[in-house]
């Protein structure tokens, strides 16, 4: 199709965007996917799994709720060769910073000059409390590198700004799964408190211990409520962080075991909340999807207000709590400047919240609509141009590329495979599963070997 009728036809109210979302963990693809249906509507959506060490299971895409028109799992290169032959209106990247990186060089090897090449997307999760500088200069040379606040969006500017770089795709909106039940419990105490646990934060095996003997105090010092002890994955699952030591296996080895009110949990974040009275959580993204509703939300600082955990993010949140202030009855409530800085409604109460939960969702991603649209009536689009290059970065660039098995101009390395239709079954199967061996060989020296290997280092 010449490039001019297809920029027409994109554009076309009744014609549904083909968007791809390239995800590689679980809360990527909820992010990544939520975020496509924001930017368009009712689009044709086609999701990618980045293989690798996160990639999720089909047990925790069920759990994150959201569907595609067609899922499948792929590399880095096969991806490439995806949009390039399918012509993608729109592609999503909901990936780590350096996997960002590989897919921006692969589009510019591709379509070196301007072109009718699919609109980049990309952005963060959740909380942006680490490696800012860092990931967000990996995920330049995107269209729309999107922030989830106006407090967001200044610091990525300031990033680009200070490097001498373009800051112009840079775009406000918000985290795209902030919605759901208002809170109508105001003022009646907590029946159901909910613990959201994190992967890798706290880190340490004694710390998360702690954590998890002090919800079990809770729920014996107060025998009236239903302590939820909301986990992520299953042992041998990864999400998006590396989780050496599970919150289940730790609840094995409480004394007497966890109390008859107090239980792990898995499900939607958003089904739990919905019975929430009480979120507790270290530096969770669930704390703003919490504080979205006018749930009374909790960030611990039992272990103190660190950088490495995150919750310093939250300073000024109004929502810094122990679990002793919990115990004596606490209930955080949001510091209404601080939740419009970050971009969430949070309580206005009921009747008004459930009134304004829609037109605050839609309206958060209005400029990004726009600026998508302006992008999409363009016949060609410039060449990709992130900042990293080899010339900028000659000693960082080429490490990250060839991890996706790119060369440094970001063409595909010698043995990279592009097509797989050609490869024999009984060849697909096998590397098939060796690919799942190997992931819970990994898998299991990350949650077993390793800890005991540290352990002894330490007598």
């Known amino acids: 199709m ?12 009744r014609t549904p965007l083909r968007v791809a979302v390239l995800a590689d ?23 990618f799994l980045l293989r690798g060490r996160a990639t999720p299971t089909a047990r925790q895409l069920g759990e994150v709720g959201v569907q595609a028109d067609r899922l499948s799992e792929v590399t880095c290169v096969r991806f490439l060769a995806e949009i390039e032959r399918e ?11 350096g996997a960002v990186q590989a897919v921006l060089h692969g589009v510019r090897a591709l379509w070196p000059e301007p072109a009718d090449r699919p609109v980049l997307v990309t952005g963060y999760v959740g909380v942006v409390y680490e490696k800012l500088a860092d990931g967000l200069l990996l995920r330049h040379g995107a269209d729309l590198v999107l922030a989830n606040s106006r407090y967001d969006a200044g610091r990525f500017r300031a990033v680009y700004e200070g490097v001498g770089a373009d800051a112009g ?12 039940t208002a ?8 029946h159901t408190v909910v613990f959201a646990v994190q992967p890798s934060v706290p880190e340490s095996r004694a710390d998360r211990a702690y954590l998890l003997e002090r919800a079990a105090r809770h729920a014996r010092l107060h025998p009236e409520r239903e302590v939820l002890i909301k986990l992520r994955s299953r042992p041998g699952e990864h999400t998006t962080h590396l989780e050496e030591q599970p919150y289940q296996r730790l609840a094995e080895r409480i004394p007497g075991g966890l109390p008859a009110n107090c239980r792990l949990v898995y499900g939607n974040m958003g089904e739990v909340l919905d019975g929430t009275d009480l979120l507790v959580t270290v530096s969770s993204t669930a704390a703003l999807e919490s504080l979205h509703r006018g749930i009374p939300t909790a960030v611990l600082t039992d272990l103190g207000i660190r950088e490495v955990l995150g919750n310093h993010h939250f300073l000024g949140s109004g929502c810094l709590a122990s679990w002793d202030q919990l115990d004596a009855g606490l209930l955080p409530q949001g510091d209404p400047k601080w939740l419009a800085d970050q971009g969430v409604t949070g309580a206005k109460g009921p009747a008004a919240h459930a009134a304004d939960t829609a037109a605050d969702a839609g309206d ?3 400029a990004a609509r726009a600026r998508l649209g302006e992008l999409l009536d363009r016949p060609v689009l410039p060449a990709v141009a992130p900042y990293y290059t080899q010339v900028t970065a000659p000693g960082y660039l080429p490490g990250i590329l060839a991890r996706h098995h790119l060369a440094p101009d970001g063409t595909p390395l010698p043995g990279a495979v592009r097509e797989s239709g050609g490869e024999p079954r009984l060849r697909r199967w096998l590397r098939s599963h060796l690919r799942e061996a190997a992931r819970g060989a990994y898998r299991h020296g990350v949650q077993r070997v390793a800890p005991m290997i540290r352990r002894m280092g330490e007598l």
């Open 2 to 13: 010449p490039a001019s009728n297809r920029a027409a036809s994109r554009s076309h109210p």
């Open 183 to 190: 809170y109508e419990k105001a003022g009646a105490g907590a």
């Open 364 to 366: 958060s991603f209005a």
């Open 25 to 47: 963990s679980d809360t990527r693809w909820k992010w990544g996917a939520l975020t496509a249906r924001r930017l368009a509507a009712q689009p044709h959506l086609t999701g």
């Open 87 to 97: 012509k993608y209106d729109v592609v999503v990247l909901a990936l780590v910073g």
């Open 169 to 180: 795709a840079v775009t406000e909106t918000a985290l795209p799964f902030l919605d759901g």
